[in-house]
């Protein structure tokens, strides 16, 4: 087995090509478009080199056939609470099932975070944001959402069998939108409709200044300054819901409010996947109108849930309840969607687990992200409850 490093257009296409080598034919893998991995290691795209660095390799055997990949990073901001040594990350892992295989890229892996004073690292994990390239899947591996790698089930026995170890679950739910939701939900709705203060609305996309203002108050209200969360700026929010507009659904985005004021969002997406499954890797001119017939058939019959947040001082009053059916009753009399799966939640966070489950999902993925410490002698602790 040979790893070269990507430096170059060859190698960063062998990159691509290897995912799609080991991958194709497996039951239930999507293909990820090439712009979307490429994003991930362009300095000009990603912020995280402003505090970071990464490297990655592509793996051959002696015929120059690819046999594997992976990437490794370290990032300044990446830090998980009680964490007493610095963690470094690996990523976009893949392999033939071989552990020697595996257990070469592991190592190598290990050696470069080594040497830039890493005590552990964290696998599989993106160099950037959570909500995209993260965990290993172990349970549910037919067609992840959009942003979730795909992996064959053996990768488990990858990584465990070098000594990687369960840092934290990452739980998926789902549900099938025609069903009827608990009636409780029902019951804490009913209390704050029959308050004039309280108030809902879907998005509107020629209002898109106004909504990005709502979500930039209940963020940094509910969400800046937990894990190290910074305040956002509506103008930052404003260019990320402009990117989002061309695939945004309006009757998916939903925001409560009391008396004008906005206190808790739902943020949906159609589930993109449904649309890029049928472009090969690919996003140019002829995919870009080829997503937009499939849009306009209404081929995508599923959804995904992005963002789903209360204010501090409007939890536990029923709020959660009263937004999801203000928006269930708009989804499911329209027959919207067929299908709800939310992202990923972790084990580390009952509260919001209770709130999916109490919604009558059913699991429908794990992944898994693990972590592996160098000094093996260390105790070794789960990532902290929240």
């Known amino acids: 087995m040979q790893l070269i490093i990507v430096e170059n257009e060859k190698t960063a296409r062998q990159f691509l090509d290897v995912h799609v080598e080991l991958n194709r034919g497996q039951d239930g893998w999507i293909q990820p478009l090439?712009?979307?991995?490429?994003?991930?290691?362009?300095?000009?795209?990603?912020?995280?080199?402003?505090?970071?660095?990464?490297?990655?390799?592509?793996?051959?055997?002696?015929?120059?056939?690819?046999?594997?990949r992976i990437a490794a990073f370290v990032n300044k901001k990446y830090r998980t609470k009680g964490d007493d040594v610095p963690v470094g990350g690996v990523g976009f892992f893949d392999?033939?099932?071989?552990q020697e295989a595996a257990n070469l890229l592991f190592n190598t892996a290990k050696a470069w975070?080594?040497?830039?004073?890493?005590?552990?690292m964290d696998g599989p994990i993106n160099f950037g944001d959570r909500d995209r390239w993260w965990g290993l899947?172990?349970?549910?591996?037919?067609?992840?959402?959009?942003?979730?790698?795909?992996?064959?089930?053996?990768?488990?026995?990858?990584?465990?069998?070098?000594?990687?170890?369960?840092?934290?679950?990452q739980i998926c739910f789902a549900l099938n939108v025609h069903d009827r939701i608990q009636d409780k939900f029902y019951t804490r709705h009913a209390a704050l409709a029959a308050d004039p203060a309280y108030s809902a609305s879907h998005?509107?996309?020629?209002?898109?200044?106004?909504?990005?203002?709502?979500?930039?108050?209940?963020?940094?209200?509910?969400?800046?300054?937990?894990?190290?969360?910074?305040?956002?700026t509506k103008e930052q929010t404003l260019v990320l819901f402009k990117k989002m507009k061309p695939v945004m659904d309006e009757k998916i985005v939903w925001f409560a409010y009391y008396n004008n004021e906005p206190i808790a969002c739902w943020l949906n997406l159609p589930e993109l996947n449904q649309y890029f499954k049928h472009m090969g890797g690919k996003f140019g001119l002829l995919q870009k109108l080829k997503f937009l017939w499939l849009k306009m058939t209404g081929s995508c019959r599923k959804f995904t849930g992005i963002v789903f947040g209360v204010v501090p001082e409007f939890q536990a009053k029923g709020v959660d309840a009263y937004i999801i059916v203000e928006g269930g009753n708009i989804i499911q009399a329209e027959k919207l969607y067929d299908d709800y799966e939310m992202?990923?939640?972790?084990d580390f966070n009952p509260k919001m687990i209770n709130i999916?489950?109490?919604?009558?999902?059913?699991?429908?993925?794990?992944?898994?992200?693990y972590r592996y410490l160098f000094d093996r002698e260390k105790a070794f602790k789960r990532h902290p409850m929240v």
């Open 34 to 68: 090439d712009k979307d991995i490429e994003e991930v290691f362009d300095p000009s795209r990603n912020k995280a080199f402003r505090s970071g660095e990464c490297i990655r390799w592509v793996m051959t055997d002696g015929q120059g056939r690819l046999t594997g």
């Open 95 to 98: 392999c033939i099932h071989d």
């Open 113 to 120: 975070l080594l040497e830039r004073g890493m005590g552990a």
């Open 137 to 169: 899947q172990v349970e549910g591996y037919k067609n992840p959402p959009y942003g979730m790698s795909y992996n064959p089930p053996y990768y488990q026995q990858l990584f465990e069998n070098y000594g990687f170890r369960l840092f934290f679950n």
């Open 203 to 232: 998005i509107k996309k020629d209002r898109l200044e106004k909504f990005a203002q709502d979500f930039t108050t209940i963020y940094n209200k509910a969400w800046a300054g937990h894990g190290g969360g910074k305040e956002i």
């Open 343 to 346: 992202q990923w939640i972790g």
């Open 356 to 369: 999916a489950e109490s919604l009558g999902t059913y699991r429908s993925r794990r992944l898994v992200t």
